[in-house]
C-alpha cells in the first residue's frame, strides 16, 4: 500500500481547511429539526460562519429574504463592448444572399 508522507497529507489538509473557511450559512431560529430553508421563509435566521473549527455566529437576519441577499449578493454585471463595426456587404448575389423585391432583375 502506497502511504503519502505526513508533511504532504498535512499540507493538503491546511489547504482544504482555508478554502472552507469564511464559508457562511444561514440557520432558521425554529424549534425541532432543521429543516429545508423553504419550510418557514419568515423565520428569522442566525448568520454562521466556519472559522476551521466550529460555526461562529455573526449575526442574525429577519427572513430568508434577508438571509440569501447575504449569502448570495448579486454579482457584478460584465459590460457588453460596442457592436463590432461590421464590413458592409458588397454588391452582387452571393451563394446565401437573399435577394430583395426591388433588386430582382424582370
Given at each position: ?9 498535512a ?10 473557511k ?14 429545508g430553508?423553504?419550510v418557514e ?35 457584478p ?8 463595426d461590421r ?11 437573399r ?8
Amino acid at each position: 500500500m502506497n502511504e503519502e508522507p505526513l508533511e504532504e497529507w498535512a499540507r493538503r489538509r491546511e489547504e482544504r481547511r482555508a478554502q472552507t473557511k469564511g464559508k457562511l450559512r444561514a440557520v432558521p431560529l425554529t424549534s425541532g429539526p432543521h429543516r429545508g430553508a423553504h419550510v418557514e421563509p419568515d423565520a428569522p435566521r442566525v448568520i454562521q460562519e466556519w472559522d476551521g473549527a466550529h460555526w461562529v455566529t455573526v449575526g442574525v437576519v429577519d427572513d430568508l429574504n434577508a438571509a440569501k441577499a447575504l449569502l448570495y449578493p448579486p454579482q457584478p454585471v460584465e459590460e457588453r463592448p460596442a457592436t463590432w463595426d461590421r464590413p458592409a456587404l458588397g454588391k452582387g448575389r452571393g451563394r446565401h444572399r437573399r435577394t430583395a423585391p426591388a433588386d430582382e432583375d424582370r
